[in-house]
Antibody, heavy 119, light 108 residues
Framework: QVQLQESGPGLVKPSQTLSLTCTVS??????????WSWIRQPAGKGLEWIGR???????DYNPSLKSRVTISVDMSKNQFSLKLSSVTAADTAVYYC???????????WGEGTTVTVSS | EIVLTQSPGTLSLSPGERATLSCRAT???????LAWYQHKPGQAPRLLIY???IRATGIPDRFSGSGSGTDFSLTISRLEPEDFAVYYC?????????FGQGTKLEIK
């Protein structure tokens, strides 16, 4: 049974880079039929898709965040990562990682991690 | 970008009642690449429906999805106490996924 777990700093200073990692257990990240995605939810707001990456390293991003986002994959560690640069208070949110099954949506999610942007 | 609009924003119902949630897209979603998620506070979202009408593994049959093109709906036939949550639709037909803004299903 595949499980995902987010990790990273819970507090980031304004203008710095937010870095999170999602560790995949119970299965291989090197699957041609899956994408790996990041989603966030600011307090009191809805879900916002950040981006996705394939096991081959091909990534797609939300146009509203594209200039600041990088998603990468590390096969050797069975992990994928999110970097969001030049953060502001508006980037304060719960960040989730998820597995995307082609044609079937996001079927496995991490429990989420709260990131606060504050000095 | 495909924009998804969910209605109503909040739905107040009692256990045992039927709930119908709507999701409308700004352009046709081909192959019915539309999913529904349930989200409770402090928990990860849970995939309920994909392909507009296919229940995900372990989802009770009181949950059903329907629709095509630009109009989709999620129906909960008889509400159980654990069904009160926020529900999101999401399209994955393009490489730029989008979510609806959510419908909060609350106890009346």
């Amino acid at each position: 049974q595949v499980q995902l777990q987010e990790s990273g700093p819970g507090l980031v200073k304004p203008s710095q880079t937010l870095s999170l990692t999602c560790t995949v257990s119970g299965g291989s990240i090197n699957s041609g039929s899956h994408y790996w995605s990041w989603i966030r939810q600011p307090a009191g707001k809805g879900l916002e898709w950040i981006g996705r990456i394939s096991s081959s390293g091909s990534a797609d991003y939300n146009p509203s965040l594209k200039s600041r986002v990088t998603i990468s994959v590390d096969m050797s560690k069975n992990q994928f990562s999110l970097k969001l640069s030049s953060v502001t208070a508006a980037d304060t949110a719960v960040y989730y990682c998820a597995r995307v099954v082609a044609a079937a949506g996001m079927d496995v999610w991490g429990e989420g991690t709260t990131v606060t942007v504050s000095s | 970008e495909i924009v998804l609009t969910q209605s109503p924003g909040t739905l107040s119902l009692s256990p045992g009642e039927r709930a119908t949630l709507s999701c409308r897209a700004t352009q046709s979603i081909s192959r019915n690449y539309l999913a529904w998620y349930q989200h409770k506070p402090g928990q990860a979202p849970r995939l309920l429906i994909y392909g507009a009408s296919i229940r995900a593994t372990g989802i009770p049959d009181r949950f059903s999805g329907s629709g095509s093109g630009t109009d989709f709906s999620l129906t909960i036939s008889r509400l159980e106490p654990e069904d009160f949550a926020v529900y999101y639709c999401q399209q994955y037909v393009t490489s730029l996924y989008t979510f609806g803004q959510g419908t909060k299903l609350e106890i009346k």
